[in-house]
């Protein structure tokens, strides 16, 4: 497995998948999550289904959905790890796809956002508020973006070379010592205290590494397949059990504090719980995706490497305000109440949507490339 090339289609289709993933947490932690506990929202779709104090069990199916995007971020990382840890990363390349990708989606956010106001200057949308993209916001796209070229930049500066003069035990040793700073409480915070983000940034390095030690040594190759299935199963098992202790917990406060003199009766918000990228769930989950995804027998798959190589477009055009503002034009607290299934449809039809979108979006962008390089005597002497 560590010879397949770097269109390999089982890695490329988990590309996919992590997409995929993290367009549903989207719309989940900006939309979703927003009807459910905002009470201006609430109020505006009048949609306060779960404002009691129970357990609900179609919150608990939101509840395991909440690491997918974390998740998608881990694979991402680990990706990269696993084709770059043992090469010369290229700065140059790197930093040219960013940039030129982050001003093409910026540019068509723009545009997107005109073209909305002028269809929809007659039309009721009291319900939300539009949030409209500024060239500007070129500076400020989405944070993976930034966190990406970091991890890039620490493999380019020195990282990958140190990597190169390990042994296995020595490999094996600085992944689980950089995994225990960020995972420990304390040192954890002082990460985040010496600098905001650099705990994410830790774990980052940790994925990184992580790949390449995957790719070098295949440390798994003697665990069998189903053990990661099992392993992903009770990860969730315990996040369920988490996130039914925690509501429940809120429900006796909620009650308890009811009882005191000064009480007033007031809606019961609910819990969705939500996760950090150095979370150990996160990591657990991730990994074991990937594990279960390298192994897939795949040949290469012209459509798979294709549509893969659009994900990092589909990231840009669609973790932003304006798509979320969109997004929030659905009530989908109501669907969630009366339809669990019927959610999970329209969710995953929505992420399909907006795959599709930033996949032509991105073709259009590689077609301006190969007009404008067609078209270079016309700029240069």
Known sequence: MSNKSSRASNIELLRIVAMLMIISYHIIIHCVN????NVTSIEKLQNGWFNYPMFYRQLLGVALMMPFGLVGNTL??????????EKEVDMLKISRKLLTQLLFAAVVLVLASAYFIWNTVNTDYNNTLFSYIRIQYFNKMSWFVGYYFIIMLVAALGLNKYLAKLENKQYLGFLLSILAISQLGWSGSLLDDLAKGLRTVVVGVF????GGYIKRYDPFKRVRGYVFILVIILTN???GISYY????GKIQAYFYNMVTPE???SDFIQYIPKYDNYSIVVIIIGLCMFELFRRLPLNSIGVI????????MIYLLHDNGFAYSLWETQDWI???YNDFSGFLVKLGCWSLSIFAIGFVMYYIFRGLLWLLHKCKWLFIK
């Open 245 to 248: 202790n925690t509501v429940n």
């Open 334 to 336: 109501t669907l969630l």
């Open 237 to 239: 098992v315990l996040v």
């Open 207 to 210: 994925l990184f590494a992580l």
């Open 76 to 85: 991402f990382i680990m990706i990269s790890g696993y084709f770059l840890a």
């Open 34 to 37: 927003v009807q459910l506990v």
């Open 263 to 265: 009480a007033t009766e």
């Open 305 to 312: 490497n294709w549509l893969a190589k659009a994900t990092f």
